[in-house]
């Protein structure tokens, strides 16, 4: 089921109908928005042999949401493999099958996901074809964010840029299947489905434990819990390991900041941690807004950092030592 992004889907079914497809489309969002099922749901329509596409039950139909289907590729980093990329024989592979006559589908279609996971002379060798595929073949790349691509893929590709799910839209469907906490995990989804179902499925109490956590090192008396804490937590441990609880960590104060600008500012929005009124509050009085400014400039920084393989524990230690200053600085 694709929530939200009706226009998109109908500007794409209009082009198809008038078999006016790009030949290459980038589409563009956050993860768990539905940016794969929409590349699914293209791939079903332009082949479903139905009057009513895509209908679900015909050959093309079944095989396609099987994975099943020799015409639809799916280039995606090798998931027994502990570098998530997608290599240059990998990408010379899918030009090799692209060659290829059809079976027995009206379109070929290729879905690169995630197109950033291509290495630059992966994505260098994808060029040519990618501007000019053969006859009856076309891309779908699949993306967080174009900056992390080639100037050159970007640019023979048509964007596609998908935004927030209405969160009325994620309520209701979490209540269609019986979700509990349907509410709380619609807003703080943000806007994704994908993002509401893992809160719906353990991923509110892991959140609830982080929360605890991150308040627990920014109130404790001294920084040796804190530094005792970001040792424990990266030290003898593969960054796959850790990585997990620092990002959700993070994504828990930046909601905290969020929620601390809304209640400073007058605003009329709902609070993500709702539950907390006296702590936002206690935080507002404290960090607005110069306090906040300085924070989220810690967690920019920080993400910068673990991008380019900066020692974890630093990152950690320079993010919660901040939080506490400021909330020391503005007591």
């Given at each position: 089921m694709i929530l939200g992004h009706t226009a998109i889907l109908e500007r794409l079914k209009a082009a198809a109908d008038r078999d006016g497809l790009h030949h290459a489309y980038l589409f563009e969002g956050p993860e768990g928005?539905?940016?794969?099922?929409?590349?699914?749901?293209?791939?079903?329509?332009?082949?479903?042999?139905?009057?009513s596409r895509p209908c679900g039950r015909c050959p093309q139909c079944v095989r396609i949401a099987a994975g099943t289907h020799p015409d639809v590729i799916v280039l995606e980093p090798d998931p027994t493999r502990a570098s998530q990329t997608i290599g240059v024989d990998a990408v010379r592979e899918i030009i090799r099958q692209s060659g290829y006559h059809r079976y027995d589908s009206k379109r070929r279609m290729i879905?690169?996901?995630?197109?950033?996971?291509?290495?630059?002379?992966?994505?260098?060798?994808?060029?040519?074809?990618?501007?000019?595929?053969?006859?009856?073949?076309g891309f779908v790349l699949l993306t967080t964010s174009a900056r992390r691509l080639l100037p050159t893929i970007v640019s023979r590709c048509?964007?596609?840029?998908?935004?927030?799910?209405?969160?009325?839209?994620?309520?209701?469907?979490?209540?269609?299947?019986?979700?509990?906490?349907?509410?709380?995990?619609?807003?703080?989804?943000?806007?994704?489905?994908?993002?509401?179902?893992?809160?719906?499925?353990?991923?509110?109490?892991?959140?609830?434990?982080?929360?605890s956590t991150l308040l627990r090192l920014a109130s404790a008396g001294t920084l040796k819990g804190l530094f005792d804490y970001d040792q424990n937590l990266t030290k003898g441990t593969s960054?796959?390991?850790w990585l997990p609880e620092a990002t959700l960590m993070f994504e828990v104060l930046e909601e905290l900041l969020r929620d601390v600008a809304v209640h400073a500012s007058g605003a009329n929005g709902m609070l993500l941690h709702a539950d907390q009124p006296d702590l936002v509050a206690d935080w507002s009085a404290r960090l607005w807004p110069g306090g906040v400014r300085q924070v989220q400039q810690a967690l920019i920084d920080a993400r910068d950092q673990l991008e380019v393989n900066v020692n974890g524990r630093l990152v950690l230690d320079a993010v919660?030592?901040?939080?506490r200053a400021e909330l020391g600085e503005h007591h």
């Open positions: 928005l539905g940016r794969r099922l929409v590349a699914d749901w293209l791939a079903r329509y332009v082949n479903c042999t139905s009057e879905i690169v996901d995630p197109a950033d996971a291509m290495l630059e002379p992966a994505a260098n060798a994808l060029l040519k074809t990618l501007e000019e595929p053969p006859e009856g073949t048509q964007r596609v840029r998908f935004g927030a799910v209405p969160i009325e839209a994620i309520r209701g469907w979490l209540v269609e299947r019986g979700a509990k906490d349907a509410d709380l995990c619609a807003r703080l989804s943000l806007g994704s489905p994908g993002r509401a179902l893992e809160l719906a499925d353990g991923g509110l109490e892991k959140r609830r434990e982080a929360r960054r796959s390991d919660f030592t901040k939080l």
